[in-house]
């Protein structure tokens, strides 16, 4: 008998190894909704979710990088719009812009005026931009950090008179390296992780395209130039052809 217990106390330990625990989540990843209705809000936590999961690469395939189309690569905009004083804290206003491939697939939610930028803010204090930005990118460039920074060193600590001047120049470098090619892929998508780029909506049907997957069921597509499969397609073709679900019964 006891060693039967002692095998189930094993086999329970092993399956709460294999779950893993809500503090081992990116902060920046949004469990998806499962059941009701689906509005814009709940699509977007969805591709959120699956973003945060994906490698560098097809992360940043969805902003538009990586594309073998010939068209430029994204541009990257990192601003400082002044600081608010709050609860005893100073709050930096921090706007960042991406540029946009002209792609039909992919569409901004909220566009800039020419419609060809994704653009968003966020509110850091520098305490959270020095060790979750800074001292990041700066452990992951190693020893080509003071190659890029040399001349626009990061904010000092106690936040001292020109704080706001030295953290855009640090930005702005950043973002001159993302645009110039000198950050390597891992590097690129955590800063945009870090900074909670919006994942555009429609990316996913733009990923599955360009995979050559069904936007339905995600099964392989045989005809180039589909977006659904032969099965999807006949499914569609079925709905659309047949009388209503619910007919009239007056």
């Not at 006891?2 to 809500?22: D, E, M």
């Not at 909704?33 to 992360?59: F, H, I, M």
């Not at 050559?212 to 099965?231: N, S």
Request: aromatic share 6%; proline share 7%.
């Amino acid at each position: 008998m006891a060693v039967r217990f002692a095998g189930a106390r094993a086999a329970a330990a092993r399956h709460r190894k294999q779950v893993p625990s809500r503090s081992s989540w990116s902060a920046n990843c949004t469990p998806s909704r499962t059941n009701g209705s689906r509005p814009s809000s709940a699509v977007q936590l969805d591709v959120k979710a699956r973003a945060c999961r994906e490698e560098p690469q097809q992360y940043l395939w969805r902003f538009g990088y990586g594309r073998a189309d010939g068209k430029p690569e994204p541009t990257l905009k990192i601003e400082v719009n002044g600081h608010e004083e709050e609860d005893g804290h100073t709050w930096y206003n921090v706007s960042a812009s991406l540029s946009r491939i002209v792609d039909e697939a992919i569409q901004v939610a909220a566009p800039a005026n020419d419609g060809t930028e994704l653009a968003w803010s966020a509110r850091r204090r520098l305490c959270d931009l020095r060790e979750e930005l800074h001292d990041r990118v700066k452990d992951m460039l190693g020893p080509d950090y003071a190659t890029h920074f040399d001349e626009t060193p990061f904010a000092r600590h106690g936040g001292p008179p020109g704080t706001t001047a030295r953290l855009r120049d640090w930005l702005t470098t950043l973002a001159s390296c993302a645009n110039r090619g000198a950050l390597e892929p891992r590097v690129l998508a955590y800063v945009l992780r870090c900074l909670e780029a919006p994942v555009p909506e429609a990316s996913d049907l733009a990923l599955l395209q360009a995979m050559g997957r069904c936007a339905v069921c995600t099964l392989r597509v045989d005809t180039p130039g589909m977006d659904v499969c032969k099965r999807c397609e006949a499914v569609r073709e079925d709905r659309t052809n047949s009388p209503d679900e619910f007919p009239d019964l007056n």
